[in-house]
């Protein structure tokens, strides 16, 4: 049972990481239908801007308190990635506003590709080590062991979707970003100003990426240019299973993806007798995502989105 | 291949390509180098590269006759980025441009395909690290490889398990790669020949990150060991999150983790673990600390196997020598009567191209350093 404990565990920690990304994924869904692709490599250049941040202050005075550093890290980080958040909608989707869907799309791998790029430039190819500053602390909760930094990060994920739940529902910026979902033409009619809603969404979720970025740095202990690929492809697959466009789909996703994914490797070598390994955990969890879109196209907790005119 | 490794070789191909036009009489002769210089591994890419690069740029600083004639001798970098698709093609494009000769790929999931298209083009092949058995196993005449393989590298990893550490319940980990899963097949057959055995085999990726999932089933089936083969951007996390986990298992690696960079993404979980790596530490190696000090004034620390791949370069300028051309089939003709000592030791091919009496070291990190514990020959 306590193996079975710890799994669960291994996967919500994996799952809250995917959620916090797919969070992204799915805000600028949910306004523009856009799929955010260059959302993974904000996240990963959250996650060097903060080393380099934190690498500078260790290398100034190595004896900083570690958590001070990592928050110094990404009171830099946050704000980096906002202006990149909206610099990218600005310069790659707002001019492809009323262009043809793909038109975007491909801009946004454009945009991804660039930055990782741009990434490998300044800060080369190699892994980038996160300092040994934090803290070493566990837990044992019901026979799993869990680190600090693992609670933190659950926690962090449950506190900001209810943050951003709370954003979209109870504020005036809330309820203009529902009215862009719902209609940008009739929004802008009311008086919303529909680019600047857009902004701030795009501002938001690269603000969300910064702090996944650097827990993601901070649990694996490194970065590197390429860390935001597969990342983004995770969690852009979780927010499809929540049912994309919706905030509780894109956690709910994420963290059953983190679990199918933890239980498929745990497991899946002792039920097949060795003939499957721990290697096809990927596939495992994608052939989940296959069923559930199967019966349910629009993800779990997506809405049938009637077809507009 | 990334754009910009794309871009990078044009240029420098074309550079080499005016430097051939403008000194006038010496003849240029062109030698490959394949290596990752994009994606995870790039740091021990462009350390061979630099290693081949450092022996290219002695030997003609001293000056080279072929045949009466001054020769200048080019290297030409390619980057395979540790892929088996792109190592193909990017080997097709060496041999199209005329080289006589290939320094790579450092991979052994990326050297054993394009060795059939060296040996196809009639070409000498040296791996510095490609440690798969399977390299050389093919029965190409032009594959050869200047470090101990995965045959002698997992042998001695297997016993020093169970004889050595005591090991009573051993897993393995292995990432799918052609060296991962080699070593891993390996080290299983060394561990059951010395008594030992084989709780479980868990697998993972070259490109993931994390192994919390697979650790925590060996955890439940109490190893006291777990070997992993694979490279140190996985080693580094596995060892943190063994630690998280609770895991008071020994971790056993080898050449692809025996580095600096390990040690770094690792931090204070790295304390204790082993790891083997073919050949001598450079310190012992006959001309080690020379070598050292010539690559540290050029190109920074070394990595991992830029001693090797400086070797492989010698061992084929030594050859052309003996043959006094420049000639693929009278170099791979010289190749077998190679007797030579390199900086990582005497170096001597037997009939498939592997290095005879490979040294195989095994180290463990103390105070945050690789420290030797024992060298097996």
């Known amino acids: 049972m306590d193996i079975f404990a710890q799994q669960l565990v291994n996967g919500l920690v994996l799952g809250s990481i995917y959620a916090l990304v797919a969070l992204g994924y799915t805000m600028v869904y949910g306004i523009l239908e856009l799929i955010n692709f260059a959302h993974g490599e904000v996240t990963m250049i959250g996650a060097m801007v903060a080393l380099a941040v934190m690498g500078a202050l260790l290398g100034v005075n190595p004896d900083l308190p570690g958590i001070m550093v990592v928050i110094a890290g990404a009171l830099v980080a946050i704000p980096a990635c906002m202006l990149l958040g909206y610099g990218i909608e600005r310069v790659a989707y707002r001019p492809l506003r009323h262009a043809p869907r793909l038109a975007p799309l491909i801009t946004a791998i454009g945009v991804s590709i660039i930055l990782q790029n741009v990434a490998m430039l300044v800060w080369g190819r190699q892994y980038i080590a996160f300092p040994p500053i934090l803290p070493q602390i566990s837990f044992v909760v019901a026979g799993a062991q869990i680190t600090a930094v693992q609670l933190f990060i659950v926690a962090l994920s449950i506190a900001v979707m209810i943050a951003l739940w709370f954003l979209v529902q109870r504020t005036r910026l809330g309820s203009a970003m529902r009215a862009c979902a719902q209609s940008r033409e009739v929004a802008s009619l009311m008086g919303i100003d529909v680019n600047r809603v857009i902004s701030t969404t795009f501002i938001i979720g690269a603000a969300l990426a910064a702090v996944a970025g650097l827990m993601v740095s901070a649990y694996y202990g490194l970065a590197h240019y390429y860390m935001g690929f597969m990342l983004g492809l995770k969690a852009f697959s979780a927010a499809v299973l929540g049912g994309i466009g919706n905030l509780g789909g894109a956690v709910l996703g994420g963290l059953l993806l983190g679990v199918i994914e933890a239980l498929g490797a745990g497991y899946i070598g002792d039920i097949t007798g060795g003939f499957l390994g721990s290697h096809y955990q990927d596939v495992f969890a994608f052939f989940v995502l296959i069923l559930v879109l199967v019966f349910r196209p629009s993800g779990l907790l997506g809405e049938r989105v009637a077809q507009r005119a | ?377």
């Not at chain 2, 190592?87 to 290939?102: C, E, T, Y």
């Not at chain 2, 630690?243 to 390990?262: I, P, R, T, W």
């Not at chain 2, 040294?359 to 020959?377: D, F, M, N, P, R």
Request: net charge positive; proline share 4%.
């Open chain 2, 1 to 377: 291949m990334s754009l910009r490794g794309f871009g990078l070789s044009v240029l420098f191909i074309a550079v080499l390509a005016g430097c051939g036009k403008k000194d006038d009489g010496v003849a240029v002769i062109k030698i490959g180098s394949v290596a990752p210089l994009s994606g995870a591994q790039t740091h021990i890419g462009k350390d061979n590269e630099n290693g081949t690069r450092l022996a290219i740029d002695e030997i003609n600083a001293a000056g080279l006759s072929l045949g009466g004639k001054p020769v200048r001798l080019e290297l030409i970098g390619e980057d395979d980025g540790a892929e088996p698709k792109t190592a193909n093609i990017v080997a097709q494009k060496l041999i199209d441009s005329g080289v006589v000769a290939v320094i790579g790929h450092l991979n052994s999931g990326t050297s054993i395909p394009a060795a059939k298209l060296y040996s196809d083009a009639g070409i000498a092949q040296f791996s510095p690290s490609a440690t798969a058995v399977k390299y050389t196993a093919q029965g190409y005449k032009t594959a050869f490889r200047v470090m101990a393989n995965d045959a002698q590298q997992g042998a001695v990893l297997g016993q020093f398990a169970v004889k050595k550490l005591g090991a009573k319940r051993i897993a393995l980990i292995d990432d799918r790669s052609a060296y991962g899963q080699g070593l891993a097949d390996e080290v299983e057959k060394a561990v059951k020949t010395a008594g030992g055995s084989i709780i479980d085999r868990q697998y993972t990726t070259d490109k993931a990150t994390d192994f919390s999932a697979i650790l925590t089933a060996i955890k439940a089936k109490n190893a006291d060991l777990i070997v992993f083969g694979g490279m140190d951007p996985q080693a580094g996390p596995m060892a943190k999150q063994m630690k998280s986990l609770g895991l008071k298992a020994q971790l056993l690696g080898a050449d692809g983790m025996q580095n600096g960079n390990f040690i770094k993404l690792a931090a204070a979980d790295a304390e204790g673990v082993i790891a083997s790596s073919p050949g001598l530490p450079l310190a012992t190696m006959p001309g080690g600390p020379g070598f050292k000090q010539r690559f540290i004034a050029k190109y920074g620390e070394i990595q991992l196997y830029a001693p090797y791949a400086y070797d492989a370069t010698q061992v084929l300028i030594a050859a052309m020598k003996r043959a006094d051309s420049a000639e693929p089939a009278k170099i791979l003709a010289a190749l077998t009567q190679t007797d030579h000592t390199g900086v990582t030791g005497p170096i001597r091919f037997d009939a498939k191209g592997d290095v005879t009496g490979g040294a195989v070291t095994l180290y463990q990190v103390k105070g945050g350093a690789w420290t030797t514990l024992e060298t097996i020959k």
